[in-house]
């Protein structure tokens, strides 16, 4: 299913969103893309709904902010949405299995090739159920702290959804 994504953000989309629901196979995403703009909508199994809107609606916010820092950055506006009126044959859910440190580590290397505009160097921490990240950009921007936020949100969300906590922080504001 992945394959049919033209565009590296959407797959990045898919590929996290994924990871968060626990009606994977139930899940719908959707790319239309022009030369102008990519626009990707996302159905989810209604009872993956609250995981993907998470707290206070911070995961879907956090979703919605780095696709389009993603699409800002490619030179592509990109809007994604969260649709309810999920269609089709409603699948049991996967079990999930305990959060892959190598498949993080991709998900987390793919993203932030989409949202920092400069390498980033990771330093992963592992232990007690919890895994912290440090980001540390090879070049200091203003908006460093906001996507570093999001993606805390996000994987916060992703770390949950798979049996572990996950924390993202800089480098800059490490423990």
């Known amino acids: 299913m992945r394959d049919e994504f033209k565009n590296p953000i959407t797959k990045a989309v898919h590929q996290l969103v994924e990871g968060i629901c626990y009606h994977y196979g139930s899940l719908k995403i959707k790319e239309a893309e022009t030369d102008e703009v990519l626009a990707i909508t996302i159905w989810p199994h209604p009872g993956d709904a609250p995981l993907m809107v998470g707290k206070q609606g911070r995961t879907i916010k956090a979703l919605e902010w780095l696709a389009s820092r993603a699409g800002k950055l490619s030179h592509k506006p990109c809007y994604l949405s969260l649709e309810d009126g999920f269609s089709g044959n409603p699948k049991e859910p996967a079990g999930k299995i305990d959060l892959d440190l190598d498949v993080l580590k991709r998900l987390l290397a793919q993203w932030t090739q989409l949202v ?21 950009p090879a070049k200091a921007s203003p908006d460093d702290e906001i996507v570093i936020r999001a993606l805390d949100s996000l994987f916060f969300q992703y770390g949950k959804s798979n049996g572990c906590v996950v924390y993202i922080k800089s480098t800059q504001n490490s423990d």
Request: hydrophobic share 35%.
């Open 116 to 136: 920092f505009d400069c390498p980033v160097g990771m330093e992963f921490r592992n232990g007690n159920g919890e895994i912290r990240v440090y980001l540390n």
